[in-house]
């Protein structure tokens, strides 16, 4: 089963393992209990998440219509039918237009807001509350509302775009802004996320060193761009990695909003995958499109661990 | 200077309302359109307060797909889940944080790494294991593969170990067992961590939509999700509608965010950084 979308994958290294001090003095094995506080855990990670690794990559080596034939080894065949494929290629574009478009955007504003929520503020509670709304909302439920935001003749965006002489747009009819309103959605339904992780990376930052630039007569901006942008660097560079994640991994919204057009504009990497897959069966290509991404996340991640690996900790 | 302060206080503040209030206005739009007569909702230029307050539009919904019995079958799967997932993860928290046994951080990094597989690389197989069992279209399909969770277990096992072991000693002295240990005094002191897990799990599985669309084929084992995407492509354009089934879906989710707002926002830190 698939993890709720926002749970984040990468481990920070304040985590890890540390050395667990059994304090029992002879150092006897508890391995009978230890099976038994496990199995339960164990039985249903083995099935659904140990062996469909494994078997996932496999079958990325095989050709298989999981209901017509059985499979045969093709080698690397899946894999260079994908890079030989030009619908590939555009979906692949197409995520990378969609991870540019939302990471940036959604990384200025969540910073923005969490900054200032971190000021002294009336009814800071409401409004941290307003902003995550979105986050705990279901992505079906935000794209249904979002194509009525975007209904051309009677919708929420156009009649505000009005207010400005912007003339209408059919929003979700035209490969460029079908795109265009992906990502806005994307931004209004994530950004209230790392608006929290910052928020919390924020007040990491001690008090008394903005006190000290103060006294030094740095002014606001000269104190944002010399101490909360590099301290908060860990943590900037946290949420960019779990948004390109999330973003490479886009998928109910797509289903519901635009179902991958107008013209296979809006058609991502997991739309891709679904589509190979459960429209399509063919297992082994699909499965080599998911150890595609996987790859992508793979190297994201281990980016991340060596990134917080080798930065510096700051400390009161 | 002073007034200065002052000037800039307001500004801050009217930024930042007006931020949260375009942030929630889809919500209002939504909740607004779900009460209003059609001529209401296509009205231009749109008007934000229903002229007359109407429920037909959920009375609609409710007959043309049968949103109850979705409801139920997304409250059965993620209450299920849910308290699944708090019995395995403390258990094998429990474990991980108590025990000593050959190749336990071998195990452990195992489980940090299956947190970063993405679902989809899994989902292929996955199905394909319900398939065999011919679990497909069943509340098994949508409940078992969630009974257990690397993340959970993390998370569970992070919070164990932050509890002092000296009660446990002595309640071990006092004859009590390992299971004792864990539901008598590991879990009474973990309600916190508890609580995080269980909203988080109730959030993602009661939001889930892709597990869903490719497990169930019958209507009457569609979840509400499910249920509400396969009801847009149907009524396209019957907004009052699709808003009134939007509310339903969204309701459940907003009132337990309400309640347990802290957990959330404890959940995303822990997990994500620490201070």
Redesign the interface.
């Known amino acids: ?12 290294p ?5 050395k ?1 001090s ?3 003095p002879k ?5 009978s ?3 038994a ?2 199995s ?6 083995s ?7 494994v ?2 990559f496999y ?1 990325s080596f095989h050709s298989w219509n ?1 209901f017509s034939s059985t499979e045969s080894f093709v080698g690397v065949g899946n894999y260079s039918s994908i890079v030989q494929n030009p619908e590939f290629w555009s979906v692949l574009k197409n995520t990378a237009v969609y991870t540019l478009g939302t990471v940036p955007l959604n990384m200025v504003i969540s910073l923005g ?1 969490a900054y ?2 971190n ?5 800071k509670k ?2 941290r ?6 986050v ?7 794209a ?6 975007y ?1 051309p ?2 919708g ?1 965006l156009n ?1 505000g775009l ?1 207010w400005f002489g912007i003339p209408a747009v059919n929003w979700l009819n035209n490969p460029t802004s079908a795109m265009f309103a992906l990502i806005v959605m994307g931004v ?1 339904k994530t950004f ?2 790392n608006m ?2 910052f928020s ?2 924020l ?2 930052i001690p008090e008394h060193y903005y006190e000290a630039a103060q006294i030094d007569g740095a002014g606001k901006w000269k104190q944002f761009w010399n101490i909360t942008v590099p301290l908060l660097s ?2 900037t560079f ?1 949420v960019l990695v ?1 948004s390109v ?1 999330g973003s490479f ?1 886009v ?2 919204t797509v ?2 909003l635009t179902s991958g057009g107008p013209l296979g504009s809006t058609k991502v990497l ?1 739309f891709y ?2 589509e190979q ?2 429209k399509f069966f063919d ?1 082994g290509y ?2 080599a499109v ?2 595609l ?2 790859a992508v ?2 190297i994201l ?1 281990m980016l991340q661990m060596k990134y917080l690996r080798g930065s510096i900790h700051y400390s009161s | 200077m002073k007034q200065k302060k002052v000037i800039g ?1 307001v500004v ?2 009217l ?3 007006g ?3 375009i ?5 209002l ?2 909740l607004m ?1 779900s009460f209003k007569t059609l001529p209401d ?6 008007v934000w307060w229903p002229k007359e307050f109407i429920v037909d539009n959920y009375v609609n919904a409710f007959s043309a797909a049968p949103f109850g019995r979705f409801y139920f079958n997304s409250v059965v799967i993620a209450v299920a889940v849910t308290i699944g997932q708090i ?3 403390s ?2 928290a ?9 190749g ?2 071998v ?3 195992i ?2 790494g ?16 319900l ?1 065999w069992l011919g679990w497909i279209d069943s509340y098994a399909a949508l409940i ?8 959970g ?2 998370l569970l096992r ?1 919070f164990f ?1 932050t509890i002092p ?1 000296d009660l446990e000693d002595a309640a071990s002295i006092d004859g009590c067992g ?1 299971f004792g240990l ?1 539901w008598r005094i590991i879990l009474p002191l973990s309600k916190p961590a508890l609580a995080t897990l269980a909203v ?2 109730f ?2 599985v ?6 869903a ?2 497990v169930v084929n019958s209507e009457e084992m569609r979840t ?3 249920g ?2 396969i009801f ?1 492509d149907r009524y396209q ?1 019957d ?1 009052g509608q ?2 009134a ?2 509310v339903t ?2 309701l459940p ?2 009132l ?3 309640v347990a ?1 802290k957990y ?2 404890k959940g ?2 822990l ?5």
């Open positions: 089963m698939t993890a709720p979308a926002e749970t984040p994958r990468v481990i920070p304040a985590e890890l393992p540390q667990v059994t304090k029992k150092g006897r094995s508890d391995l209990s230890a099976l506080f496990l339960p855990t164990l039985i249903v990670l099935a659904f998440v140990f062996f469909p690794v078997f996932s079958l999981m807001i200032f929520l000021k002294k503020l009336a009814g409401l409004l509350t307003a902003f995550f709304a979105p705990v909302m279901s992505s079906v439920a935000a249904v509302i979002w194509r009525w935001v209904e003749s009677f929420l009649y009005s209004w209230g996320f929290v992780l919390a990376g007040q990491g860990p943590t946290f779990m994640i991994q998928f109910d289903y519901v997991v995958l679904y897959a459960f297992m699909a499965s998911a150890y991404l996987f996340v793979f991640t | 206080s801050l503040h930024a930042m309302y931020l949260a209030l942030t929630v206005a889809p919500f739009w939504m359109t909702i296509l009205t231009y230029p749109p019995i395995t993860c258990m094998a429990f474990a991980f944080a108590r025990l000593r046994f050959w336990r951080d195990l452990f990094y489980f940090l299956t947190m970063m597989i993405p679902g989809q690389v899994t989902m292929i197989p996955g199905f394909m294991m398939y078992v593969p969630g009974l257990a969770s690397a993340f277990t993390f992070q170990l072991r390992r864990l988080f799990t959030m993602g009661f939001n889930d939509f892709l597990w669309l490719i509400v999700q499910l509400l995407a847009r354009t907004w699709l808003m089934a939007s879906a969204t989710i907003l337990v965010f309400f707002q959330f926002i995303i830190t997990s994500g950084l620490k201070d």
